[in-house]
């Protein structure tokens, strides 16, 4: 925070009289339609009727009611479904049909969007996407191109491969589970076996049909294979609802000509095709499908093919596994070509789907893996197992792989941003390459996590491969990684307490400056230290960036010298140090503890979540709002990452704005809170320039430049903002100084594509809390207002009527007709 805040404080003060406003608003911002006075219904010069105005209200995260945003318990839904759908307070629903009612103050809707992010309980599988969910972010992270075409698309081809080795990394991980911990270890240990119901069937001890090796995995095998299928499943249910809502036709004169996005100041989502991912999902998911299966088949026929290799195997059984390893490999190759092909096109909508890759790859990879099961299963008198099932090297090269692709990610990076630097761009075009790290650590940490728990549980408590336990455990490089945890957790605690040093500096200063903003007032030292504290801590989101990058770093390095460890030693970091100075064999020893204890809760506390989540609607809506920041992009890079809502919403917003405007030919200001700033952007950007021009752009709260603009340069940089600024007939940007998520836009002054003036986007900071102490207007204290209800302020009010006194007049009567297509649905009371 800069030492001048008490001074943008102060220049934010508007209205000193403080009009009345009704607020249903609450902390998400979204409500409260403030009840205009006789100076917010927009008045226009030259003495004409101003005519009928809209304003479209969109909530930001966490969700909010109709009630709430329109400050009215009776409503009524005008237009969508439960999922998502516009609402008006009752008294409002026919205001087409009065115009005259309406000449003081515009006509309020609220779009209510909450339910694409959390709904029933089947959301809460959602949970398990959370690394799909972070490495997809990865796509839209990368910087503008600028004459650099080639480098975006190895960008992206970047991105999708380590987003498909996420996949083989999940189902790798319950195969470890599945094949080798219970089917090959435990079943095939008596000591392990004896007391487990659920595995006697499968001892060789018992000597049944199923007590062979090669169809006790045979019989596991198809728990992997049912996680692959659910994935499928999950993504295949999202693709229909999301992925196949299509945007309202436009011209083809208002289409950007370039097929790369980003290309020069024109921003890509303004392309037809952005929000329609229709083909490109289906193929990726067709892929990584196919993948999972892969995987599966691999598992089987590796531990297979590695007994008849031996001597006194069988020399038909040996040639079918090199034959299966052979067209599994050409498989896995074939795979990833798919991926690598193609990648979204957005010039257009594109209709088609892949029939042949869509239908045929799953399938075949699928037939592949029952030929593999029955291969495995194929008698093979004197197999025993023992040891780890063979593959255990698989984990490492997953995780060198994926650190290799990163590192190429980061170079491509570097040469894009050096191409087009971006203002404030965060970590200099790094930021995709950093969240890829956190996004592999995650799936780490998860499949880790599920193989500790596992091997503990099946082991009666002992330490796996340390204390004698019946079985030898999970691969080394697991338990490796799992022991990087703790120095992890040092690196972000250091990391943390140095920011906690810096807000508190910074706090220190604004102490002396923020009385300043409330002059004539008594100073109260508790109510000072209060305002500097919540503006201190709200510019801590301004030093995100370097905290995940750091993270990162110290992430991929630590993750680089386990699979270095495991390699070298092939022993777990306890028994490596054996031999050791003493303190390095004790730091081994208790990494190793600390980090199987850690990795096996955040596992347990994993599934609790999602189990809570299920039930409770409450704890589903939490998980809602984590989705709701990271969801809002398209699945370009992973199919089986959460839907992206922004599919639906955006399209609503335009119909609705495309199609008002043009019916009633009246003005339109749509009002977005915080992530509802975004979703309205991202609608304005898609309506077509004669629409275009009918609507003003109010954002509040808004993470714009904050926070997309930083992360996401290639499509909310300062090139595509003010291209926004130039096309929008006008637009208005409030923040406070005391807003963590919110900020200017910094957008200067510019001029429309007509030549006509735009002011600047950002109105100063507004004041907050609004009176320092107790007043006349104000007789109980002020409170501080953060992120939420902005509407309450009365700069809200003034700067709607700017607004809409700026947009042109209707050039023709009202349409005597109902608000939207018949079939209205009641809300409210």
Same mark, same amino acid.
């Given at each position: 925070m ?6 943008a ?34 008045g226009?010069g ?17 969700g ?6 329109l400050g009215?318990p ?7 479904d ?6 008006r ?9 009065h115009?005259?009612?309406?000449r ?7 779009y ?6 959390s709904g ?9 996407l ?15 191109t ?6 975006a ?10 987003a ?6 999940l189902v ?36 049944g ?17 049912a ?7 999950l ?5 229909s ?9 436009r011209?083809v004169a208002?289409d ?5 996005p ?8 303004r ?12 193929r ?7 993948a ?8 089987l026929?590796?531990a ?11 020399t ?6 090199w034959a ?10 074939f795979v990833?070509?798919?991926?690598c092909r ?11 789907v ?9 399938g075949?990879?699928?037939? +592949?893996? *029952?030929?593999? #099961? %029955?291969y495995? &299963?194929w008698?093979?008198?004197? /197999?025993v197992?023992?040891? @780890? =099932? ?16 990163i ?15 971006a ?9 995709g ?5 956190l ?15 596992v091997?503990d ?8 491969g ?19 945890i703790?120095?992890? +957790?040092a *690196?972000?605690? #250091? %990391?943390?307490g &140095?920011?906690?040093?810096?807000? /508190?500096?910074?706090?220190? @200063? =604004? ?9 004539g007032e ?14 201190a ?20 390095v630590?993750g680089?010298?386990?699979?270095l ?9 306890g ?8 303190p390095v ?9 600390l ?23 409450a &704890? ?7 989705w709701?920041v ?12 959460p839907p ?7 399209p609503?917003?335009?119909?609705r ?6 019916r ?13 700033s975004?979703?309205?952007a ?14 003003a752009l ?8 904050r ?10 940089g300062?090139g ?8 929008l ?5 409030l ?5 963590p ?5 910094r957008?200067p ?18 004041r ?11 007789p109980?204290p ?6 939420s209800?902005?509407q ?11 607004l ?6 209707a ?19």
């Amino acid at each position: 925070m800069q030492p001048d805040t008490a001074a943008a404080i102060r220049s934010g003060r508007a209205d000193e009289g403080g009009r009345a406003v009704e607020s249903g608003g609450g902390p998400d911002g979204g409500g409260g339609t403030a009840r205009s006075g006789s100076d917010s219904g927009g008045g226009t010069g030259g003495g004409e009727a101003p005519g009928l105005a809209l304003e479209l209200l969109v909530h930001g995260v966490g969700g909010a009611t109709p009630e709430k945003m329109l400050g009215d318990p009776r409503t009524v839904r005008i237009t969508g479904d439960d999922t998502a759908g516009i609402h008006r307070r009752t008294d409002d629903w026919e205001a087409e049909r009065h115009p005259d009612r309406y000449r003081e103050r515009p006509v309020p809707e609220a779009y209510c969007w909450s339910n694409l992010t959390s709904g029933n309980g089947i959301r809460a599988l959602w949970l398990l996407l959370l690394p799909f969910m972070v490495v997809n972010l990865t796509h839209w992270m990368r910087p503008g191109t600028r004459g650099r075409c080639a480098t975006a698309r190895l960008y992206g081809v970047l991105v999708r491969l380590i987003a498909l080795s996420l996949t083989v990394l999940l189902v790798a991980a319950v195969c470890e589970v599945a094949l080798d911990l219970a089917a090959w270890q435990c079943a095939g240990a008596a000591g392990c076996a004896e007391g487990k119901s659920w595995l006697g069937f499968l001892s060789p001890r018992h000597g049944g049909w199923w007590s062979a090796p090669g169809r006790r995995l045979a019989l596991a095998a198809l728990v992997p294979t049912a996680l692959t299928v659910l994935l499928w499943w999950l993504s295949h249910r999202t693709w229909s609802a999301y992925e196949t809502q299509a945007p309202p036709a436009r011209p083809v004169a208002e289409d950007d000509p370039e097929d790369a996005p980003g290309a020069g100041d024109r921003p890509a989502l303004r392309l037809p095709g952005f929000w329609y991912g229709r083909r490109l999902v289906a193929r990726l998911r067709a892929a990584h499908t196919a993948a999972g299966f892969l995987t599966v088949a691999a598992a089987l026929a590796a531990a297979a093919s590695r007994h008849d290799r031996a001597p006194g195997g069988g020399t038909a059984l040996d040639a079918a596994g090199w034959a299966l390893l052979a067209v599994l490999t050409a498989a896995g190759a074939f795979v990833v070509w798919v991926v690598c092909r193609r990648g979204r096109s957005e010039s257009a909508p594109d209709d088609r789907v892949d029939r042949a890759v869509v239908r045929a790859l799953p399938g075949v990879a699928l037939g +592949l893996l *029952v030929l593999c #099961a %029955l291969y495995a &299963a194929w008698s093979r008198p004197g /197999w025993v197992s023992w040891g @780890r =099932l063979p593959g255990d090297e698989t984990f490492g090269l997953i995780g060198i792989a994926q650190g290799l692709l990163i590192v190429l990610l980061a170079a491509a990076a570097l040469v894009l941003h050096r191409a087009a630097p971006a203002g404030r761009t965060a970590l200099y075009g790094l930021g995709g390459p950093a969240v890829a790290v956190l996004g592999c650590a995650l799936g780490g940490v998860i499949s880790g996590g599920v193989a500790q728990r596992v091997a503990d549980w099946l082991d009666g408590g002992a330490t796996p491969g340390m204390d004698g336990g019946p079985i030898p455990g999970p691969p080394v490089v697991l338990t490796w990684q799992a022991s990087a945890i703790p120095p992890l +957790l040092a *690196v972000v605690v #250091a %990391l943390a307490g &140095a920011t906690a040093v810096r807000a /508190w500096r910074v706090r220190r @200063r =604004l102490i002396r400056t923020v009385p300043g903003a409330y002059p004539g007032e008594r100073p109260d030292t508790a109510r000072t230290r209060r305002i500097a504290g919540a503006i201190a801590r709200a510019g801590l989101t301004d030093r995100t960036p370097w905290f995940v990058g750091s993270t990162a770093l110290a992430t991929l390095v630590l993750g680089g010298l386990a699979v270095l460890g495991a390699w070298g030693t092939g022993d777990v970091p306890g028994q490596a140090a054996e031999e050791g100075p003493g303190p390095v064999a004790a730091a081994a020893q208790t990494s190793q503890a600390l980090g199987s204890w850690l990795i096996g809760f955040g596992f347990v506390l994993f599934v609790t979540w999602g189990r809570r989540a299920y039930r409770d609607a409450a &704890a589903r809506r939490t998980i809602g709002i984590l989705w709701d920041v990271g969801t809002f992009w398209p699945r370009a890079a992973h199919p089986f990452a959460p839907p992206c809502y922004a599919e639906r919403a955006v399209p609503d917003l335009t119909w609705r704005m495309a199609t008002w405007t043009e019916r009633t030919g009246g003005r339109l200001v749509l009002s977005g809170h915080s992530q509802g700033s975004v979703l309205a952007a991202a609608a304005a950007w898609q309506l077509d320039h004669r629409t275009r021009r009918r609507v003003a752009l109010l954002t509040y709260g808004s993470p714009l430049e904050r926070l997309y603009g930083r992360w996401f340069p290639a499509y909310f940089g300062p090139g595509p903002l003010r291209a926004l600024h130039r096309e929008l007939n006008c637009w208005r940007n409030l923040h406070r100084a005391t807003d963590p998520i919110g900020g200017p836009v910094r957008v200067p002054a510019s001029e429309t594509a007509e030549g006509q003036p735009c002011p600047e986007v950002d109105r100063a900071a507004l004041r907050d809390p609004l009176a320092y102490g107790r007043t006349a207007e104000h007789p109980l204290p002020a409170p501080l207002l953060g992120h939420s209800e902005y509407q309450a302020d009365p700069a809200f009010e003034e700067e709607r009527a700017v607004l809409l006194a700026r947009l042109p007049v209707a050039s023709r009567a009202t349409s005597p007709t109902s608000p939207t297509t018949p079939g209205l649905s009641r809300g409210g009371t």
